[in-house]
Structures are given as structure tokens and as C-alpha cells.
């Protein structure tokens, strides 16, 4: 019977860390749908690699959301750019 005292204790253990584990990953996502530097980087790559007329959603303002923009994929839980479509661009 000295098993049983500590199974109460076992599962708070348990339960703290579930409850840790769900804050951490709700604090590190990006309510906002997107980082700055991932941004900057994008508008940074359009600046070095393509024209004006290309990638025209693609815009330096501070409305712009870069996950909304076209050919850009962002993850849904981080917020972070996750994938690019630019295999068609005559870049």
C-alpha cells in the first residue's frame, strides 16, 4: 500500500507538465499570422530576384500580412512561412 500516496502526486506531476507543455505552445504562436523578419526576408528576395510587376501582393506596408500574400504559404499553429510557390515565375 505504499504505492497509493504517491500515484495523487504522480498525476499532478503529470498534469503540470500537460498544462506547461499547452502554454508554451500557445504563447510561442503568432497571433498576428506572421513574423517581421520573415517579411523583411520576403520583400528582401523580391527586391533581389524579381521585377516590380511581379509578385505585385507582395507589399511594404504595415497592413500587409505576408501569410495572405500569393505563392506564400504560412503554418497555421506558428504563423511562420512555411512553404513558397514560385516554381512558374520567370525569376
Keep these: 500500500m505504499e504505492w497509493s500516496w504517491k500515484k495523487p502526486w504522480l498525476v499532478m506531476m503529470i498534469a503540470i507538465i500537460v498544462i506547461g507543455l499547452l502554454l508554451f505552445q500557445v504563447s510561442g ?3 498576428s499570422g506572421y513574423f517581421p523578419e520573415e ?3 520576403l520583400l528582401e528576395f523580391k527586391s533581389a530576384y524579381s521585377n516590380e510587376s511581379l509578385l505585385p501582393s507582395w507589399v511594404n ?3 500587409s500580412n505576408c501569410c495572405e500574400w500569393e ?3 504560412c503554418d497555421r499553429s506558428s504563423g511562420h512561412v512555411n512553404y513558397l510557390s514560385l516554381e512558374t515565375l520567370n525569376i
Design 71 to 73: 505563392r506564400v504559404t
Design 39 to 41: 517579411k523583411k526576408a
Design 29 to 31: 504562436s503568432n497571433s
Design 61 to 63: 506596408d504595415s497592413k
